[in-house]
């Protein structure tokens, strides 16, 4: 799961990072408006935490652009503002839900969790795919049939996490660097390969059939038997 934050203060953008590292999320901040509806535009977010009150482009401004835009990420606003009147406003402009600050890092997590199955992902801690099972809390991969279980690194667990969530879909290099590595991020090509070999090698020790197949110039996908092949 990939979080954006949009929120000019530091203090609180940093204190959003850590509760959500805690939780695993990974977690982008960005800290006004303008760059905010362009983070949100790539739509590689799983959610978007919004303030309203920001610089260059605010809360509303942004939310607007982004629905217009056709991006459907499910957006939490975040305002300091306790008029009903700004939390109707940001609802019919298209956010999904609405928090007045100060709350509690429970209350945000829940409601994370909330607009991201609206979204029609399930947050589960189990994740299956052919005969394998992957349990997020714990980052172990396991083999339905083969009864062995291995840990994985954090990037390799993104990556399954992905491969899994989207059955029959080919992800490319750049797709994945982006989505696993982050936005900003500067790894190549090498840094993909390197990791893909690593799950496969994890795959065949704990005796699935699941393969992680190359498409030349495509990319990758996963495939498995009893699952989607094309
Ligand atoms: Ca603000």
């Not at 990420?73 to 300091?80: C, D, E, I, K, S």
Request: proline letters at 2%; charged letters at 30%; aromatic letters at 8%.
């Amino acid at each position: 799961m990939r979080i954006l934050i949009i929120e000019d203060e530091k203090r609180l953008s940093d204190a959003l990072i850590e509760i959500l590292a805690e939780q695993k999320y990974m977690a982008d901040a960005v800290y006004n408006g303008k760059d905010g509806l362009e983070y949100a535009k790539s739509g590689i977010y799983d959610c978007i935490i919004l303030d309203v009150m920001l610089p260059q482009m605010n809360g509303f401004d942004v939310i607007c652009s982004l629905r217009e835009s056709g991006v459907a990420t499910p957006v939490l606003m975040l305002t300091a503002r306790e008029a009903v009147s700004d939390k109707v406003k940001g609802l019919d402009l298209g956010a999904d839900d609405y928090m007045t600050k100060p709350f509690s890092p429970e209350e945000l997590l829940a409601r994370i969790r909330v607009i991201s199955r609206r979204q029609g992902e399930l947050i589960l801690d189990k994740m299956c795919f052919g005969d394998i099972v992957f349990t997020i809390s714990t980052s172990e991969l396991s083999c339905v049939s083969g009864g062995k279980s291995i840990r994985l690194n954090f990037k390799e667990s993104e990556l399954i996490r992905l491969f899994i969530s989207r059955p029959g879909i080919i992800f490319s290099k750049e797709e994945l660097i982006t989505k696993v590595w982050g936005y900003d991020s500067d790894a190549g090509d090498n840094n993909v390969e390197a990791y893909i070999s690593f799950l496969r090698k994890k795959l065949h020790f704990v005796g699935s059939k699941c393969e992680i197949i190359a498409l030349k110039k495509l990319g990758y996908r996963l495939e498995g038997e009893n699952a989607f092949k094309a």
